[in-house]
């Protein structure tokens, strides 16, 4: 468990925790809501739909549970998509408290969504948290996280690279790849150039996009074979 975390209001009045110690946000402060739709919803989870014109079970991997956030966001996405049953497993290393999580029971996104379900859920069980949301939450490393299961969809949410360097290193995103179907896809906020690299070395198609506000781009990368 984080020792301490403090609230913060970010720009589009959307709430986030920041860690004093390590002078980092679990998200965005120019806009924690606005962020996670523009980056994982948007240009992850809708495009991952679309492209395809998806149906069936679709396996999702998250780095970094947090606040749930991107968990609570993609389950109120589906509720209107019957057709698609979604297999969520997410990997953290901290585990945030009740007192924690409960700072966020009242933001706009966590009312539309089963928000005390996902954190309520058990670690290491697989919980069906709607009829078409599945959820697996693990606590553990990514560098000890083994995938049960081919992947359609990451989004890679660990802190930037100044804080967890380890994890944007090369083993990291070719261990993405490896988990990765076929026309699978990963999405993050983070559109370091070594990154770039590292994830065309690990055999994806990267495209750089727009970046919600205070980034100038984001990366998607899809296997293509």
């Known amino acids: 468990m984080l020792v301490k975390v403090e609230i913060l209001t970010t720009a589009d009045n959307s709430k986030t ?15 924690a809501l606005t962020e996670a739709e523009h980056v994982y919803i948007k240009a992850g989870l809708q ?20 606040t749930g956030m991107n968990a609570a966001l993609t389950a109120t996405y589906l509720a209107d998509h019957p057709e698609i049953n979604c297999n ?3 990997i953290d290393p901290f585990i945030l408290s009740a007192q924690q999580y409960s700072l966020f029971c009242e933001e706009s996104w966590a009312l539309k969504a089963p928000f005390t379900a996902l954190h309520e859920a ?23 996280f083994r995938a049960q299961k081919g992947v359609d969809l990451v989004f890679y949410d660990a802190f930037g690279p100044r ?21 699978g896809v990963w999405v993050s906020y983070c559109a370091k150039g070594s990154v770039r690299r590292g994830l065309q070395e690990a055999g994806l198609s990267v495209e750089r996009l727009p970046g919600p506000p205070g980034k100038r ?9």
């Not at 925790?17 to 806009?31: A, I, N, R, T």
């Not at 380890?166 to 993405?176: D, N």
């Not at 781009?217 to 074979?225: G, M, N, S, W, Y």
């Open 163 to 183: 804080v967890q360097a380890q994890l944007w290193e090369s083993w990291a995103l070719q261990k993405c790849a490896d988990m990765m179907n076929p026309e």
């Open 88 to 90: 969520y497993t997410v």
């Open 17 to 31: 925790l920041h860690l004093p110690e390590l002078d980092e946000q679990y998200h965005s402060k120019h806009g």
């Open 217 to 225: 781009e984001l990366l998607r990368a899809t296997k293509i074979h």
């Open 122 to 144: 058990p670690w290491g069980e697989t919980v069906a948290i709607s009829p078409n949301f599945s959820l697996l939450k693990i606590h553990t490393t990514f560098e000890d």
């Open 47 to 66: 495009h991952r739909l679309v492209s395809t014109a998806y149906s069936g079970d679709l396996n999702v991997f998250e780095l970094g549970f947090g």
